[in-house]
């Protein structure tokens, strides 16, 4: 693509997770990495250039609802990385122009639906282009993508692999993440979560059973643990299978049938109370989310789009994740991950940025893919190795 001057394109850059994501890559781009930020508020992109030092030429004005100015920055790049949404109200556009111009592609979605639709309208497109499109990028859902990947190789193809991934979490809402979980009630969306096949192939040979105790709430003695349901289990879940298809399509067959279950991690026997808190917040949003006046009040006591914690907040924040796996004949393998800060808005932030910075260093090794693909079934051990050097901390605990 010598033809595009710029290597990247950050689409929403003037969002919450958005301006986040400019300053990591003003901080910790090569310095030859030709980079723009683009969003539809001139003011606030133009206060945005000010306080990165970036320049007038690299900054784009677009509305991601105006296909024929999307179509036009697209154009001008190699990589497109987007935070901007919900991205089932702006993210159809961007995809598109990206399949139609070669363009790669990298968003945070963990809208599995949205993706399921976009894929089946523009796969071909991509494959012909050569365009690479990447979604579940940030949080959702690549440390459950690397987890099951790492785990898998302790085995050898078994017949049936059970993965169960332990979150313990701290950190805070921003207004982006609310505005798509409430856009998910609002669509109706939440509805195909239910099916665990929902991101497979028509003629998928990959099977999927039932996790063991997916949907519990209490004491978990497996970990010694008060445990709940994770409540980006039904997101997570899905892009692990969608890897595990499209390793075997590509000879790297995970497991000849997987099921894979996120879990909460609250405390010890002694200390029940964040399970309790937990629950109930769980509980609220699976019962209550489909009214609107439930919407409706959260709309009005959480942040809105382009607030989130204080920087304070993040700093402090934090996630760990145990992940165990067990084949047919109950033999085991573990591993622990780790990154210091809030999870939905510094490590996201640190994913995503990573995961475009690997793809852009290792295009010429990528030629051959294209489409829609999940971080993993994409980059591999490019990326393990990429975030592990870059401050992801993963330790096997092989039991």
């Not at 970990?223 to 298809?245: C, D, H, L, Q």
Request: hydrophobic fraction near 35%; charged fraction near 25%; aromatic fraction near 10%.
């Amino acid at each position: 693509m010598p033809d595009k001057p710029f290597d990247l394109i950050l689409i929403g850059a003037t969002g919450f997770t958005g301006r986040r994501a400019a300053g990591y890559l003003q901080e910790l781009a090569p310095e030859d990495f030709n980079w723009g930020i683009a969003a539809r508020n001139p003011d606030k992109i133009s206060a945005l250039a000010d306080k990165l030092n970036i320049a007038n030429d690299r900054c784009f004005i677009v509305d991601n609802l105006n296909k024929e100015r999307v179509d036009e920055v697209v154009q001008k790049t190699k990589i497109i990385l987007t935070t901007a949404g919900p991205f089932s109200l702006y993210g159809e556009n961007v995809i598109a122009a990206c399949a139609k111009f070669g363009t790669h592609y990298l968003d945070i979605t963990g809208e599995v639906g949205f993706i399921k639709e976009m894929r089946d309208k523009y796969e071909e497109t991509a494959q012909k282009s050569g365009s690479l499109l990447i979604p579940f990028s940030g949080f959702d859902s690549v440390p459950a993508d690397v987890a099951a990947f790492l785990l898998q190789k302790e085995f050898d193809q078994p017949e049936k692999l059970s993965i169960k991934s332990y979150y313990s979490i701290s950190g805070g809402f921003n207004g982006g993440t609310i505005a798509t979980m409430l856009n998910k009630f609002e669509t109706g969306e939440y509805k195909k979560m239910n099916n665990p096949a929902l991101l497979l192939g028509q003629n998928s040979e990959q099977n999927i059973h039932t996790p063991k105790d997916a949907r519990f709430f209490g004491y978990d003695s497996d970990i010694r643990r008060w445990s709940a349901p994770f409540i980006m289990g039904a997101v997570n879940s899905k892009v692990v299978y969608r890897t595990a298809e499209l390793m075997r399509e590509q000879d790297s067959l995970y497991t000849e049938s997987i099921s894979y279950s996120e879990h909460s991690s609250l405390g010890r026997w002694y200390n029940p109370a964040p399970f309790f808190v937990v629950s109930i917040i769980v509980l609220s949003l699976t019962l209550l989310g489909p009214f609107e006046w439930f919407r409706n009040l959260l709309k009005k006591i959480m942040p809105a789009p382009g607030e989130g914690p204080s920087e304070k907040q993040i700093e402090n924040g934090y996630f760990k994740l145990l992940a165990i796996a067990e084949d047919q004949d109950g033999q085991k393998a573990s591993l622990k991950m780790s990154y210091p800060g809030d999870p939905g808005n510094k490590s996201t932030v640190f994913f995503l940025c990573e995961s475009a910075l690997c793809l852009a260093e290792n295009t010429d090794k990528l030629k051959t893919k294209s489409g829609f693909k999940t971080p993993i079934s994409a980059l591999e051990e490019l990326l393990v190795q990429r975030l592990t050097e870059r401050g992801l901390k993963i330790k096997s605990t092989n039991k």
